[in-house]
C-alpha cells in the first residue's frame, strides 16, 4: 500500500500527467474544433458563394454535387473540384479589407 501512495505522488507521474493534460488541451481539441467547424462549413455550400480553395485558386460556385463542387473561376471558365478543397468563404467584406491593405 505504501509504495502505491509513493508512486501515485511520484514527481515524474504528475509531469506526464500534466504533460498529457496541456496536449490535449492546447492541440487535440483545438484541431478537433476546427476539423468539426470545416466539416460543417464544406456541407453548407451552395451555389453563388466566392470560395477559395486549398490551392489558393478563387471561384463562384456554379453548381454543387453530393462530393464534387464547380467553380466559375473567369467568365464561362468552369473548373470542378472536390469539397474538400474548399478552405474558406470570401465575403465581400473579406475582400474589401484586402482591397484596402
Known sequence: MLLLQ???L????FFMLAI???AY???????????KEQRSFVESLEKGIS???AGGIHGKIS??????????????TYLTVEKSTINM???K?????????
Open 6 to 8: 509513493q508512486q501515485l
Open 10 to 13: 511520484d514527481p515524474n507521474l
Open 20 to 22: 498529457i493534460l496541456v
Open 25 to 35: 488541451f492546447f492541440l487535440i481539441r483545438p484541431q478537433a474544433k476546427r476539423a
Open 51 to 53: 470560395v477559395v480553395t
Open 63 to 76: 453548381k454543387v454535387d453530393e462530393r464534387t463542387v464547380t467553380l466559375e473561376v473567369y467568365n464561362k
Open 89 to 91: 468563404e470570401m465575403s
Open 93 to 101: 467584406s473579406a475582400s474589401e479589407t484586402a482591397d484596402v491593405s
